[in-house]
């Protein structure tokens, strides 16, 4: 017993030193690339023009509008938007204990699109404030937790890691079939506005819209990390997480409202994000060497700010001044990803 | 039957357990009591998993009521319920990146705050229930790369850190090798002796069973074919007919399953005794051939043996010389036989009659195999030499292997 005890004293230690360091480094990296994505852009800039519009009095210059109404909104955007996106898809694979899906994967992004859709595409808002980001925030929500619902049902009939893939999937093939059945019913000028929101772009948040995703997010983020520890034990599935005290039916409502939550308020400003949910949460796994939620949750938000802001900046830049679609980056990014993953066995199905 | 005065653990009544209005189980009364381990047998499907899974909660009762330390199992909070009673799945989890410290540390989930942080008491019990599960040495390495056996282990220290009174647990040998079945039995034996926790189990065997349980639930048919200590309960006739057993019988004697042959390939007499028989009966009926064996006193290891076979059995009682008449009916049946196998018993006053009963096997010319230590040289021979000296197990199994190859291409040979 003794023997055994001064063996396991320098565990806990050793098992915190690792995660500071790495949140350290995530932490500069990420405001590094946030000046990185402020500081370039498709009309240069000097570093002292810039530092001279970000500490001065405000003007009513170009430049002055370029920077703090295009690119600092847009920055934080694209941290904001990795850092839901891979918190949701860390919910998602804890609570189907299967580390391939993700937001996009399980089709909750194609129910969201597909209701931003019919906002966007059909008339049946007009009657209402035209457009705001509320109505398509909760349009998007609302696509998402059915889509959700949808893969839950089914995926409860069925059993098994693969079915539900094929699930997500197929939902997202019967949405993307719905959505563009509408686009070909769309007017003209409806649609290259939708087409291009469908690509996935960090670009045109406004401060309102940053506003609300810091609030509604930052919400939903706190009780997430306050939920850790139930989450900890959902790890091991929901018979032993009952077991241990976790009131189950509510912490089910609880973590798949989040993930949609977030997967849809993101959807609806910045379109469809692939694979950056479900790329990240291994990212941030490898990287902590932990599956502990509660470095985790914190941890995947850094690293989702961290790869959205680096996919941003290279659709920006890489064939400036034609933008890339967002989700053409992240899918260079997050496919080769989970393809290592599965060669490595690092992920079984 | 009871004879403690504390209050039962857990009890059911009028229980009915199963799925959506399709009851698996029904009408369920037992007391579990304290400090008890209680082994659920039955066959596969039989609703061992659904009535642990019933008693942990995860399932509602369809009908009846569950108790735990008197109080309703429907009223407890989750957390209260967490304190009380742990559980030991079936199912395969591997989550990634756990040593396997952190992964039993998650069993302290009742016991620490909101955040879950470990303070001193939580590590060192975690640091003990890896120790009552022998696997203090496993600590740090990665959980999902243990064993099956090492990780069977660590998933009851993880139940363990919960610092339960009630430990329910499925199948827990199931996967497991012999020596990690053997080891998480006995811990968990010890868990019960030492710790006082209430161990409910569903096992596959029967024998190991009856050597752990304080009582054993027979459950088949959908309800509960018996229930009590496993000395009363585990009758031949019951375990027989809880698995439907044809060609095998249980022997709570010997603690154990004796398979038998199916007895087409001709018809072996053994002389025995002593014990000395034991390992000839069985490795007969693996091979299929009839037994029939005597004279052996009834309290005899070979006489328990040779009748959990099935073997047609001459016995006397214990410390009885072996008489004339004993001897009259073994020499009846000997003659029905084929060949006679003699174990090479040692021989003293009580059975030397047997010797004679050898004798006689040479005056009729049968075929003898001894495992005699010099043969049967002191007997007279027939003018056939039909004994058929063997060192050992393997040279008697050689020696009926190449007498049934004979026998079977010249059937008439042997008896011309």
Same mark, same amino acid.
């Given at each position: 017993m003794t023997v055994s005890e001064l063996a396991l004293t320098p565990a806990p230690s050793m098992t915190w030193r690792r995660p500071q360091v790495v949140f350290g480094l995530l932490t500069v990296l990420t405001l590094l690339m946030m000046v990185l994505n402020v500081g370039i852009g498709s009309i240069p800039f000097s570093p002292l023009e810039i530092w001279q519009v970000l500490t001065g009095p405000a003007e009513n210059t170009t430049i002055s509008s370029i920077i703090w109404n295009l690119r600092i909104p847009r920055a934080i955007a694209a941290v904001l938007g990795g850092a839901y996106l891979a918190a949701s898809g860390l919910l998602l694979q804890i609570y189907f204990r299967n580390p391939i899906v993700g937001p996009y994967i399980l089709g909750i992004s194609s129910g969201a699109t597909l209701m931003v859709s019919f906002v966007m595409l059909t008339s049946i808002?007009?009657?209402?404030?035209?457009?705001?980001?509320? =109505?398509?925030? &909760?349009?998007?929500?609302?696509?998402?937790?059915?889509?959700?619902?949808?893969?839950?049902?089914?995926?409860?009939? %069925?059993?098994?890691?693969?079915?539900?893939?094929?699930?997500? &999937?197929?939902?997202?093939y019967l949405c993307g079939g719905v959505t563009a059945i509408l686009t070909a019913l769309a007017e003209k000028e409806k649609i290259k506005g939708f087409v291009l929101w469908q690509l996935g772009s960090f670009s045109g948040f406004k401060w309102d819209e940053i506003g609300i995703l810091l609030v509604l997010g930052g919400a939903v983020l706190i009780l997430l990390f306050v939920q850790s520890k139930p989450l900890n034990a959902f790890l091991l599935g929901e018979e032993y997480a009952a077991s241990?005290?976790? +009131?189950?039916?509510?912490?089910? &409502? /609880?973590?798949? /409202?989040?993930?949609?939550? &977030?997967?849809?308020?993101?959807?609806?400003?910045?379109? @469809?994000?692939?694979? =950056?949910?479900?790329? %990240?949460?291994?990212?941030?796994?490898?990287?902590?060497?932990?599956?502990? +939620?509660? =470095? /985790?949750? @914190?941890?995947?938000?850094?690293?989702?700010?961290?790869?959205?802001?680096?996919?941003?900046?290279?659709?920006?830049?890489?064939?400036? @001044?034609?933008?890339?679609?967002?989700?053409?980056?992240?899918?260079?990014?997050?496919?080769?990803?989970v393809i290592t993953l599965l060669l490595k066995r690092r992920v079984k199905l | 039957m009871s004879t403690s005065t504390t209050p039962p653990v857990i009890s059911a009544r009028a229980l009915s357990v199963g799925y959506k209005n399709k009851p698996v189980l029904r009408g369920l009364d037992f007391d579990f009591e304290a400090g008890h381990f209680i082994s659920l047998l039955g066959p596969n499907g039989a609703g061992k998993t659904t009535l642990l899974r019933t008693l942990s909660r995860h399932l509602s009762p369809l009908a009846g009521e569950i108790r735990v330390q008197g109080r309703p199992l429907a009223s407890l909070r989750a957390i209260d319920l967490a304190r009380i009673m742990a559980v030991v799945l079936t199912d395969k989890i591997a989550p990634p990146l756990f040593t396997v410290f952190e992964f039993v540390a998650l069993g302290r989930y009742p016991h620490t705050d909101y955040l879950g942080r470990m303070g001193e008491i939580d590590r060192s019990s975690v640091v003990k229930s890896l120790a009552a599960v022998h696997a203090a040495d496993l600590a740090h390495r990665p959980f999902a790369d243990l064993s099956d056996g090492e990780r069977q282990k660590v998933l009851v220290a993880r139940a363990l850190a919960q610092e339960p009174q009630i430990l329910l647990l499925d199948e827990p040998t199931i996967h497991l090798d012999l020596k990690h079945r053997v080891e998480v039995m006995a811990i968990l034996r010890d868990l019960c002796r030492s710790k006082g926790i209430t161990v409910v189990a569903s096992l596959h065997d029967v024998d190991v069973a009856a050597k752990v349980s304080d009582r054993v639930a027979l459950i088949k048919d959908g309800g509960l074919l018996d229930w009590g200590p496993p000395e009363m309960v585990l009758t031949p006739e019951a375990v027989a007919g809880l698995y439907d057993f044809d060609k095998a019988e249980f022997n709570r004697h010997l603690g154990g399953i004796e398979l038998r042959g199916d007895g087409d390939q001709g018809r072996a007499f053994v002389v025995a005794g002593m014990g000395s028989g034991t390992l000839v009966y069985r490795m007969l009926a693996k091979k299929g051939f009839a037994i029939a064996t005597g004279v052996v006193h009834t309290n005899d290891l070979d006489c328990y043996v040779a009748q959990s076979l099935g073997a047609d059995c001459t016995s006397v009682p214990p410390m009885e010389k072996l008489n004339g008449s004993a001897l009259v009916r073994a020499t009846d049946r000997m003659t029905e036989c084929d060949f006679v196998i003699d174990c090479g018993f040692a021989v003293g006053p009580m059975n030397q009659a047997n010797m004679e009963l050898l004798q006689s096997a040479l005056t009729q010319g049968k075929t003898v195999f001894t495992l005699r230590e010099g043969g049967l040289q002191s007997l007279t021979e027939s003018d056939h030499n039909r004994s058929i000296r063997c060192d050992d197990a393997i040279g008697l199994l050689d020696a009926l292997d190449s007498y049934s190859a004979r026998n079977a291409l010249h059937p008439k040979a042997l008896e011309a």
């Open positions: 808002t007009v009657g209402w404030t035209l457009f705001t980001p509320f =109505i398509s925030t &909760l349009a998007a929500f609302a696509g998402a937790y059915g889509v959700m619902l949808i893969v839950l049902a089914i995926a409860s009939r %069925v059993k098994g890691g693969v079915t539900l893939l094929i699930v997500g &999937l197929m939902m997202g241990m005290g976790v +009131n189950i039916r509510r912490f089910r &409502l /609880l973590i798949l /409202l989040c993930a949609c939550a &977030l997967a849809g308020m993101i959807t609806s400003m910045a379109g @469809p994000v692939a694979f =950056i949910g479900m790329a %990240v949460p291994h990212m941030a796994r490898l990287s902590f060497g932990t599956s502990d +939620n509660r =470095i /985790l949750i @914190p941890g995947a938000c850094l690293m989702g700010g961290l790869v959205a802001s680096v996919c941003d900046l290279i659709a920006r830049t890489a064939l400036s @001044p034609v933008e890339l679609p967002l989700s053409a980056i992240t899918a260079f990014f997050g496919a080769p990803i | -």
